[in-house]
């Protein structure tokens, strides 16, 4: 197939889910925001969901405060920045829009009703009503887009960088969430298992969809060990970074297979996925989760470079 | 031009319908005005679901570009359609050889029949040209030849398309619709299909195939890209051929071969059907402006490894002033006489030609020798006084820039409008695949109405619009038998 069809596919699946991604902060730190500070402690949880979004730098070139109004108008459609929701819709279908024959009927008018929604909508206007329903509406167009993908489309190479674009995303989103969270909202001196973290983590949880699963698989209350736990080591949760990686080595192994070779991004995902086979919960605590995600982050990144040499050019 | 003298296909909106017609016409006389309405807004539905794809390559005007579709169908039957399609095999045929002879020997200017003038001064003219040899001498793989009709043994050809003619998407999309419309007519009438267009169309770029290509020749098609007008055409086709749609930047040309780049490397090409002008092919050749197109491009033409079809250079042969010269381009390639007579046209270089077009301005039609989508033309009849002058003062001025032709009685096809039915002209183009192997046609093409009342402009970008074309089986007669034949077997 066409490199550039490839690239297009690939970025428009990373947009996707970065625009899902960019709705759960926002859902995590509106309910946050609405905990009496007794038990969300005195921590600004606007300015740690402009930190996941990594956009502080222009953020605080547009806006004095981080508040609820600011932030979520920036990370919606804020002026200047790139990595809004309704810019990454935008990209999302620009991308489409120059290959739709690669993909699906379903999957392009789940992103163009999507695109139109977005016209429609006066973001200055918006109550908090208008936000719940405008976050649900993007994780849905996520989600619908990401079933249609998988339940329409040919299982080609087509297919296959449309799923390492969602997956290498994913993994990024997830690591993100998990080291701000870690960093940034937890208090230095809140002792570990209090009742503020009770509901920051809990609230971490929600924005991955995961509240409800985490108890299925631990049964006991939500420690912040064993969430880092559930988001990074356990296959079963499928935003996991190890669950992503096993996927991106699969999906990465039938390109090879097709293409009779080998690559850099192979060798890559493959090395930091056995990396997360290796570990456990507790090796990681020890040796730092902040400086882990970091260097995991890294690693992601350079994996998304090997993928854009090796077939995307 | 008085109502009378006009020809209608289907034999009017009420009087008897011609025999071919007998179905159809039956079909929606009979229809209560109800069912006609549900019809039409089934086609609705469809073009506007059509429509969002449309809209999504026409971006935010989208909804403006869908063009109007009529329900009811254009009608021609095998027997006309043989002899059309024997004239438009003839005349492309004759387009080929006047292209190579062009680009060639120029043995038609040497036996005095064009002058060479005509060929050097056209702006089309590529004198690259002269040094390539196109694989079986073919240049114009791809023809749309504009036909218009003024009873019912009498066709013209009104303009020969050798460039890039658009529309078949149009042609195609307009099939479906009425299939899912009128299965019941479909049903009863034996309407020769339309959608092997993508495969032939396939079959003839790989027969010109360079001859160092593979055995399973690469072929793309080459969009400007989502922002042209016809990308949704362009997408169409490479979609139903199941090759790649590129533009100028996913290919590179290396060793005078031409690549595409590919998730597993380059990978060679040999057959570019291309949607984009010449001047904006290689920047190293024409336009060093272009960003469409593909550096080097033209010396892989050259060296002979890659097909770029249509032709560079074929808009030599499709410009209005050599058009008068058809009969004559025809009759000297072929030894025959044209079969599809042209409209006759005074050349105002010619200074009696000249004199007669501005004595007579108010009956004809007077066209620029370059312009297409029927604009810098006049319409003598339908112009007001100072029209009619300040183009008379065009064409003293440049009198080779212009032709000038009757105005046709051209047919009319009942169409759907606002008032109800009502008679609207037509024209009709058809398209002319040339491989190395055969001519391939298929049966009937597109159907252009002016859907403005008197209308003589069927261009899409001035209110014109289109029907699905149906060649049919003679007579009922046929249908019957072997239907019978069937009961029997």
Wanted: proline letters at 5%; charged letters at 25%.
């Amino acid at each position: 197939m066409l490199a550039r069809t490839a690239d297009n596919l690939y970025w428009l699946s990373r947009y996707v889910e970065r625009a899902e991604s960019l709705a759960r902060i926002l859902d995590v730190a509106l309910r946050l925001a609405t905990l009496p500070s007794a038990y969300a402690g005195t921590s600004n949880e606007w300015e740690s969901a402009i930190d996941i979004a990594v956009c502080r730098d222009t953020f605080f070139r547009h806006y004095d405060v981080a508040n609820q109004a600011n932030v979520t108008q920036f990370i919606i459609a804020g002026p200047d920045n790139p990595s809004s929701i309704r810019a990454c819709i935008e990209v999302a279908r620009q991308n489409a829009r120059a290959v739709r024959t690669a993909m699906t009927t379903e999957m392009w008018e789940i992103l163009n009703d999507a695109w139109n929604e977005m016209q429609r909508l006066r973001f200055q206007s918006f109550t908090s009503k208008d936000l719940t329903k405008f976050l649900a509406f993007v994780r849905e167009v996520s989600l619908r887009f990401d079933g249609a993908a998988y339940r329409t489309m040919l299982r080609t190479d087509h297919y296959w960088f449309q799923r390492l674009g969602m997956l290498l995303e994913r993994a990024d989103n997830t690591a993100r969430l998990l080291d701000v969270k870690y960093h940034v909202v937890l208090p230095e001196t809140e002792p570990v298992g209090g009742g503020l973290d009770y509901f920051q983590w809990s609230a971490l949880l929600r924005a991955v969809s995961a509240l409800n699963s985490f108890h299925l698989i631990y049964r006991g209350g939500i420690k912040p060990w064993l969430v880092a736990d559930f988001l990074i080591l356990k296959p079963e949760q499928p935003r996991s970074l190890i669950s992503s990686y096993e996927t991106l080595n699969r999906v990465l192994d039938l390109l090879a297979e097709r293409y009779g070779r080998q690559g850099p991004s192979q060798r890559l995902a493959r090395q930091t996925y056995s990396q997360l086979q290796n570990l456990d919960i507790d090796t990681l605590f020890q040796t730092g989760l902040h400086e882990f995600l970091e260097q995991f982050i890294a690693d992601n990144n350079r994996l998304g470079l090997a993928i854009n040499d090796q077939y995307l050019q | 031009m008085a109502n009378e003298s006009v020809f209608d296909e289907m034999g009017g909106v009420e009087g008897d319908p011609r025999q071919i017609y007998a179905e159809v016409a039956q079909w929606f006389r009979q229809a209560s005005p109800d069912l006609i309405a549900n019809r039409k807004a089934e086609a609705e539905a469809f073009f506007r679901r059509i429509g969002i794809t449309f809209a999504v390559y026409g971006d935010e005007q989208g909804a403006e570009r869908i063009i109007p579709f009529d329900i009811l169908p254009r009608i021609l039957s095998s027997q006309e359609w043989i002899r059309l399609s024997e004239g438009l095999e003839q005349r492309v045929r004759a387009l080929n050889a006047f292209i190579g002879d062009v680009y060639g020997a120029r043995e038609i200017v040497r036996a005095g029949i064009v002058p060479e003038d005509l060929i050097l001064s056209n702006p089309a003219f590529r004198p690259e040209m002269t040094r390539i040899k196109p694989t079986a001498g073919l240049y114009t793989h791809i023809a749309g030849v504009d036909l218009v009709r003024t009873g019912p043994d009498e066709f013209y050809v009104l303009e020969d398309n050798a460039r890039t003619p658009s529309g078949v998407s149009y042609m195609m999309e307009n099939r479906e619709a009425m299939l899912r419309l009128f299965p019941e007519l479909f049903g009863k009438l034996r309407i020769k299909p339309v959608d092997q267009y993508p495969d032939e169309l396939l079959a003839t770029l790989r027969s010109v195939a360079p001859s160092s290509a593979s055995r399973e020749p690469t072929v793309v098609v080459m969009t400007p890209g989502p922002f042209n007008s016809a990308y949704y055409e362009h997408s169409f086709l490479a979609d139903r051929m199941g090759v790649e749609l590129v533009e100028g930047r996913d290919l590179f040309v290396r060793s005078n071969v031409v690549y595409m780049r590919t998730t597993e490397g380059p990978q060679r090409v040999d057959v570019i059907y291309r949607r984009v002008d010449d001047e904006f092919l290689d920047p190293l050749a024409f336009r060093p402006d272009s960003t469409l197109g593909v550096p080097g491009l033209m010396s892989a033409y050259k060296a002979g490894n890659v097909t770029i079809s249509n032709a560079v250079g074929t808009g030599v042969a499709d410009d209005k002033a050599v058009y008068s010269y058809m009969p004559e381009i025809v009759k000297f390639y072929t030894g025959k006489d044209a079969i599809l007579s042209n409209v006759p046209t005074w050349r105002c270089r010619e200074p009696d030609a000249l004199s007669h077009v501005l004595a007579n301005i108010g009956d004809l039609v007077v066209k620029e020798v370059n312009g297409s989508g029927g604009y810098g033309m006049l319409v003598g009849p339908h112009a007001t006084k100072a029209q009619r002058e300040s183009f008379a003062a065009k064409v003293r001025n440049n009198p080779t820039n212009y032709i000038a032709q009757p105005t046709l009685a051209l047919s009319t096809v009942p169409c759907y409008v606002e008032e109800g039915l009502a008679p609207r002209h037509v024209d009709l183009r058809p398209f002319v695949l040339s491989g190395a192997d055969k001519v391939r046609i298929v049966p009937g093409g597109l159907t252009r109405v002016a859907l403005k009342k008197g209308s003589l402009v069927v261009n899409s970008s001035q209110g014109g619009g289109t029907k699905d074309t149906w060649v049919i089986e003679d007579g009922a007669t046929r249908a019957s038998q072997s239907q019978s034949q069937k009961a029997g077997a």
